[in-house]
């Protein structure tokens, strides 16, 4: 016997908030399957992907304890799937392999999930270069360069620093209709709940609810207890306040056991149901390249 998921279509204009209500009802409904049946997850009726939701996707299948196969699969899907690495994240280790993607991704619009080292050897190296290739790929806007090495730089530091894992994960995807880019950066760490945890800073009573501790490292709380002056947290709150306030962006966070979501319609945290966890954290940035005119980098910047 096994369980078959129907995998939904979801459309790339479609609010981030949904994608990932929608990512949410798969696992889900993969997590609570018979553990004697088979998981299949079945794409016949899929015929849209939403960036954030087929990352999101992957990166679960990845981490997930299931054994989870796939069918229905058109030939068109399989060609797409294929060449975001979907199955196998490619693997960017150095300068070398960062160049061989350069050469391979240059004209595309998308650059697949990577899975980078996040050793002191190689991460300045592999996120500068993942960096420079989307950028060309985008022909993104000279002011907007600063903007993007800051926010993609401060969450690849935070996995180095806090999720206590030796590879993150990183994917991207332009949308010329929408003039847009689409960025997740991810990791199967500790989460930032758990980095709360192994630090001791708070009260045993601040740690009953993982949507009021993500909101702490939202508000410059850091793991470390340092005066206000250096206590950067996680270098969350300016990254978002720059993506949405600054650059009119969707910002996206789920780390464990909880998400924080912030657009211009405002934002929100939510804990989830305790049957729902994500195996690390997953940051998703929809950047626009279209409103850049009077956009100040350093006027969002952290000043170090």
């Not at 975001?84 to 999930?113: A, H, Q, W």
């Not at 935070?158 to 010329?176: K, L, T, V």
């Not at 501790?213 to 850091?222: F, I, P, Q, T």
């Not at 002056?229 to 720059?242: D, I, Q």
Request: charged fraction near 20%.
């Amino acid at each position: 016997m096994s369980t078959i998921i129907k995998i939904p279509s979801v459309k790339r204009d479609t609010r981030i908030g949904s994608v990932f209500n929608m990512l949410f009802v798969v696992i889900n409904d993969t997590e609570n399957a018979n553990p004697y049946e088979d998981v299949i997850w079945d794409f016949s009726e899929t015929n849209f992907f939403h960036p954030f939701f087929i990352c999101g996707l992957g990166l679960y299948k990845k981490q997930s304890n299931r054994i989870i196969k796939t069918c229905g699969i058109r030939q068109y899907t399989k060609g797409y799937l294929d060449a975001i690495c979907f199955i196998e994240p490619y693997t960017v280790d150095g300068s070398e392999e960062v160049s061989r993607l350069l050469e391979r991704y240059i004209n595309k619009s998308y650059i697949p999930i990577c899975k980078f080292s996040t050793s002191e050897d190689t991460i300045d190296s592999v996120t500068s270069g993942l960096q420079k290739i989307v950028e060309r790929q985008c022909n993104i806007p000279r002011n907007l360069i600063s903007a993007l090495s800051y926010l993609t730089g401060e969450l690849v530091a935070n996995i180095h620093d806090h999720s206590g894992c030796e590879h993150g994960y990183m994917f991207s995807q332009y949308s010329r209709q929408g003039r847009c880019l689409n960025v997740c950066i991810a990791d199967f760490g500790i989460s930032v709940f758990g980095s709360f945890i192994k630090s001791k800073v708070l009260k045993e009573e601040e740690m009953m609810n993982e949507g009021y501790v993500l909101n702490m490292a939202l508000r410059h709380k850091s793991t470390k207890n340092l005066p206000d002056a250096e206590n950067r947290g996680y270098g969350l709150p300016t990254t978002k306040n720059m993506l949405v306030n600054g650059l009119k962006g969707e910002f996206f966070i789920l780390s464990g056991g909880a998400f924080h979501r912030h657009d211009r319609n405002g934002e929100v945290t939510v804990t989830l149901p305790k049957n729902l966890n994500w195996g690390g954290t997953i940051v998703l940035l929809k950047i626009p390249l279209t409103e850049s005119d009077g956009f100040n980098y350093l006027k969002y910047a952290e000043r170090l």
